[in-house]
Nanobody
Framework: QVQLVESGGGLVQAGGSLRLSCAVS????????TGWFRQAPGKEREFVAA????????YYADSVKGRFTISRDNAKNTVYLQMNSLKPDDTAVYYC????????????????WGQGTQVTVSS
């Protein structure tokens, strides 16, 4: 099992940027994939982006492709989500999670989930 802690959320105007961080501990960081998901009020949790253990493979939801970038620094045991051109529809609690494969479904991330960080985009 791994422990994940998200940070970097906040309030930003539409068109602005934020960078989320996910600090990971409890297991060899470079041995698993990491994903970002989000959940808006009244909606189901949805996939945002994922990255392989090496960083060589990334996967994005169509709704964020071209605006968000996922990356990881294995030396710092941290995964990042750079979010640009933010829209009010991006408002949600963002979660990071760890698993054995890069996938767009939450079932794949069985090693652990963070508590989430709130992102609010004002119009």
């Amino acid at each position: 099992q791994v422990q994940l802690v998200e940070s970097g959320g906040g309030l930003v105007q539409a068109g602005g940027s934020l960078r989320l961080s996910c600090a990971v501990s409890g297991r060899t960081f470079s041995s698993y994939a990491t994903g970002w998901f989000r959940q808006a009020p009244g909606k189901e949790r949805e996939f945002v982006a994922a990255i392989s253990w090496s960083g060589g493979k990334t996967y994005y939801a169509d709704s964020v492709k071209g605006r968000f970038t996922i990356s990881r620094d294995n030396a710092k045991n941290t995964v990042y989500l750079q979010m640009n051109s933010l829209k009010p529809d991006d408002t949600a609690v963002y979660y990071c999670a760890a698993g054995n494969e890069v996938a767009n479904h939450s079932h794949a991330y069985h090693l652990g989930w963070g508590q989430g960080t709130q992102v609010t985009v004002s119009s």
